[in-house]
């Protein structure tokens, strides 16, 4: 087994840093020593005036995902090499199910389209789009599969969304069974009414996208959410929570002891509402939902990342090019599919976090890495840098400078949504079980060197 060292790096923990050597082991952590302790090594990398982080867990990506009559444009290939350029070296992908079919079938699918394609490891979250007795059944076989966390959807009528009956037996499911509900919480049902009274006052640009999803419709959801896992004792993570007025709801149900957890994404952090006015249908980039936000939410949701009422930073990475797929919308925003391209670039922008004094260096770690390994049944494997976990590890150089482009992404799609953001700090090597698959501006790994990660169920619920 190859042993390698890597010498002389700040390692920055959630729990702490410490300057010092790591010895890896084959594709565990052997031991992390004061420096100098161990010589003996196969490979020696030098990582002196760098980070040496765990490897970044993304706990939300859509590979290959089909929405609005196209498919994300990144293959579980594509995603997971971009991913690994950015120093993530886990995704935890959700497995669709389409109506009509069974929560199994769906697993298998999704299995095929990701066994030996992935670059860096990876996991299945379940989508219900449908609530049958069936389905409530399977989620027992999808937890013994690896499966621990189900999403379910407050919008999209008629597509993904369930009715609050349908999300109160699968919670109830889910309390059985220890998993975790993740919800995608947007009142659907009045934003489709919106969004048909902007269509017929001939309001057709992106940015009735956002006008048409109002922060009061997030903030209810999240709020109804919240009640209906207290009345039935389900825990709860919110998904890409956009807006100050969930994260209240969050924060008073968090408050009283329940267990109610959630995660925001970059593009909340970083990018607003005015993105999505940008002309000539520019703006159709930045359609996701929930939508970006005016400025001032980013603010709380800093504030949220450091009181933990936010633990979990993902990206929620769809990406769909602006050509051929955003087109789609040219002439309804509606018909524009939602979401945003960003694994290969969460590392790097909460780094500007620690840069601004937003997050401490462990925090970036902890709500980057550990936190999402943690809460989706990875602790000991994934987000940390101590003997026996996998030598997922990222020398990170905190005084690079670059420049994010779509010009040199590695993501398979034809814009990037932060083009020309000037970053401080960058990735330098990367380490996937012990294999180096990034180096010196290289890509060393290759498509299915990642395993599929069978999930235990959530560290924060045991
Ligand atoms: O717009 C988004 N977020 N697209 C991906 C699907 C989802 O709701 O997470
Ligand atoms: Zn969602
Ligand atoms: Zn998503």
Not at 108 to 120: G, I, M
């Amino acid at each position: 087994m190859t042993r390698t060292l890597i010498r002389g790096g700040l390692v920055v923990n959630a729990t702490g840093t410490l300057l010092g050597d790591v010895l890896v082991d084959g594709e565990r952590v052997a031991a992390v020593t004061t420096p100098g302790l161990v010589t003996e090594a196969d490979r020696v990398i030098e990582a002196h005036n760098r980070y040496v982080i765990p490897g970044g867990v993304d706990a939300h990506t859509h590979m290959e995902m089909p929405f609005g009559g196209t498919s994300s444009h990144d293959t579980f290939a594509t995603g997971t090499t971009a991913a690994a350029w950015g120093g993530t070296t886990t995704i935890i992908d959700f497995a669709v199910q389409a109506r009509g079919t069974s929560l199994l079938s769906t697993l298998d699918k999704w299995h095929a389209r990701a066994d030996r394609r992935c670059a860096v490891d990876y996991g299945f979250h379940m989508i219900i789009s449908e609530v049958t007795d069936g389905s409530l059944k399977e989620m027992r076989q999808c937890v013994d599969a690896g499966v621990t966390s189900f999403k379910m959807f407050m919008a999209y009528p008629g597509v993904f969304y369930s009715t609050d009956g349908e999300i109160l037996r699968a919670m109830q499911r889910a309390t059985e069974t220890g998993s975790l509900v993740m919800m995608h919480a947007e009142n659907g049902i009045a934003i489709d009414e919106l969004v048909s009274q902007a269509l017929a006052a001939g309001h057709t640009d992106p940015i009735y996208h956002g006008l048409t999803r109002p922060p009061e419709l997030e903030g209810e959801a999240t709020a109804r959410a919240i009640q209906l896992a207290r009345v039935t004792g389900a825990p709860l993570y919110i998904v890409h929570l956009s807006a100050r007025q969930a994260l209240a709801a969050v924060a008073q149900a968090r408050d009283t002891g329940q267990n109610v957890f959630a995660e925001t994404c970059p593009q909340y952090l970083y990018l607003s509402i005015e993105d999505m006015a940008k002309p000539d249908f520019e703006g159709a980039k930045y359609v996701a939902s929930p939508p970006l936000r005016t400025k001032d939410h980013q603010a709380d949701l800093w504030r949220g990342l450091r009181t933990n009422d936010l633990s979990v930073v993902s990206t929620d990475h769809c990406p769909f090019c602006f050509k051929d797929q955003k087109a789609l919308g040219r002439e309804d925003f509606s018909k524009i599919p939602n979401g945003m391209p960003g694994v290969e670039h969460r590392m790097d922008l909460l780094h500007q976090g620690v840069v601004a004094g937003e997050l401490s260096l462990e925090r970036w770690v902890e709500v980057s890495s550990t936190t999402p390994a943690r809460m989706f049944g990875l602790q000991g494997r994934k987000g940390v840098i101590a003997a026996g976990a996998d030598a997922d590890i990222v020398v990170y150089d905190p005084a690079a400078r670059q420049r994010i482009s779509a010009l040199t992404h590695h993501m398979n799609v034809d814009y990037s949504a932060y083009e020309g953001m000037e970053i401080t700090g960058r990735v330098e090597t990367v380490l996937s079980r012990g294999s180096v698959v990034i180096a010196d501006g290289t890509f060393h790994g290759h498509e299915g060197h990642g395993e599929f990660l069978p999930r235990g169920l959530s560290h924060y619920l045991i």
